[in-house]
């Protein structure tokens, strides 16, 4: 990529380059023969139909560029579990029964499909722009073509002998629920929460892919029932002195960001389109407070107030004043255009903009239980809906 294009580099690996637009993301391979690519193909027109159906972040084209390099073309979603919790630490429970039950119906629905992930990690875990959780990068071509490095999270039968089927697909799995729920990779730390889940997460994690559940759809199911008792189970069982156990405190302060929350229907980013035609109804130009715990009604106000947008042409200055220990969520909305979730742990950013589209922005924090969020500002006459 050059310096004139609308990409900039957003990641390196051992094989691809990840460059990001404002809304498009490109991932760059080295050259691959026309087989592989032909493989590949196959694995991305078995995986189409389900777009909009299964949480799979689909291949949108695929370039050569000048070098014959490959390049695929895809929206951005910024946010991985992997970054997640290395900023955050694990997830609370429902998120990451939420979080995991996604991954699992993705990888259940490629399987129906013909198609193998054969590399699931927390990094091709990725977040939406409206926070929900999607998988990157299916099929086993590109793999194959360019192995990838063993990690804690690939399956022993494929460092043995680079098996990538159904199976090791479902260690992977367990590889994501085991950080979820602990914040470090298998091998690391010990899973907290019922039986029945910490069973679950051993069994993905078997060293003998018979010991494994039998199929992802199974995994889907048994995680599909546990998120029912914790829609209404967020706030932990106090001790018999009224005191957290000290075992549980480290998942109580978790500071889960919008994108968990979101998936764990205690959605922090609802916004669906903030510009439109008709006037909005005009709202204080204070902050607004939302709260998901039943308890914080005796918890202070906390205040989150952005300041007007600066517009610099072809980007505009956010900042924003906002309390301690919460995570922000920048939404950007332009005309016509699904609104983009910008994560960012300072209070200010610079946000690329189109020198000629209409836009609205609005602020969003947690702390893992309270949610905040702002009043829009526009710049060039956009109206936003509230």
Sequence with gaps: MTGGDDFELIGTGPVAAVYG???????????????????????????????????????????????????LQMELCSASLAGLVEDTGALLLPDALAVCHAVA?????????????GGLTPDNVLFHPSGAPVVADFGTALRR????????????????????????????IGGVLHLALTGSPPGRGEPEGPAELVTLSRRLLAEDPADRPSTVGVVVRQLAEMLEPQADSAEPEPEADGAVAPGKRNRLRARTVVVGIAVAATALVTVPNLVHDQPAVPRSA???????????????????????????????DLSWQGP???????????????????????????????????????VQATDGTRVLETSPKSIRGATCKT
Excluded at 146 to 168: I, L, V
Excluded at 324 to 349: H, I, K, Y
């Design 105 to 117: 119906t993705a990888v259940a629905a490629a399987h129906r499909a013909g198609v193998v992930h």
């Design 286 to 316: 204070a902050s607004t407070t939302t709260t998901t715990s039943a308890s914080s009604s005796a918890t202070p106000p906390v205040a989150l107030a952005l300041a007007d947008p600066v517009d610099g042409g072809t980007h505009v």
């Design 145 to 172: 073509a360019f192995p990838p490095a063993a990690t804690e999270y690939t399956a022993p039968e494929t460092r043995r002998d680079g098996t990538m089927d159904e199976r090791s697909d479902l260690y992977g």
């Design 21 to 71: 637009g404002l809304y498009l993301a490109l991932k760059a391979y080295p050259p691959v023969d026309e087989e592989v690519l032909d493989r590949f193909e196959r694995e991305q027109a078995a995986l189409a139909p389900l777009r909009g159906e299964a949480p799979i972040l689909p291949v949108d084209e695929v370039m050569r560029l000048g070098d014959n390099a490959l390049a």
């Design 324 to 362: 301690d220990g919460f995570t922000f969520a920048v939404v950007v909305a332009a005309d016509n255009q699904q609104p983009q979730v910008l994560m960012v742990r300072s209070r200010s950013m610079r946000v690329p903009v189109d020198g000629a589209a209409r836009y609205c922005f609005l």
